[in-house]
């Protein structure tokens, strides 16, 4: 939107700004979901679905935010754990019968404990890069997830550390 007005978008109760300290070509959404996050400009949202996740997307690329659908209670205290063999939208990663993992680490800050990877893996014809936030707040799992074509994992290094350094769960 450019001017930092609020707008709406898909339908959604989701306003948008242009926040300070989010580069240019990105915009802060204040989603009715209970988050904000900075997302591309232009990026559209579909709803919440079943798995509730909230997908905004644009061409070949997909930011996926679950905010806290997963509890510590059912899968455990450890985000890598539960990254690496229970979270559902690694779910293809795991069931791929060509799939790579990297620079997969837990970190502490201010009491949230939350681990990150690099994924890729074969999907309808398609190598995808993935990188995935599984952050425990609260008792409840976090996730911000950005895919994108392998070829193009700049762009999803990008779009992924402005998503994960804005997000906020606000509930």
């Known amino acids: 939107d450019g001017g930092g007005s609020p707008s709406q978008s898909s339908g959604a109760a989701e306003t948008q700004t242009t926040g300070a300290g989010v580069p240019g070509g990105f915009t802060v959404r204040k989603d009715a979901a209970g988050f904000r996050i900075a997302v591309a400009s232009g990026w559209n949202r579909t709803p919440g679905n079943d798995r509730g996740q909230v997908v905004y997307s644009r061409g070949d ?3 996926i935010v679950v905010p806290g659908r997963d509890t510590a209670k059912r899968y455990g205290g450890d985000p890598m754990v539960y990254q690496r063999e229970d979270e559902y939208e690694l779910r293809d990663y795991r069931d791929s019968s060509w799939a790579t993992s990297s620079g997969l680490r837990t970190t502490q800050v201010g009491g949230k404990t939350m681990a990150e990877g690099q994924f890729t893996w074969s999907a309808g ?25 392998e070829s193009q994992r700049d762009q999803v290094d990008k779009l992924y550390e402005q998503a994960t350094a804005t997000y906020r769960y606000t509930g």
């Open 125 to 149: 014809g398609r190598q995808l890069f993935v990188r995935n936030l599984a952050l425990l707040l609260d008792g409840h799992y976090h996730v911000v997830q950005v895919r994108g074509p």
């Open 61 to 63: 690329f997909e930011l």
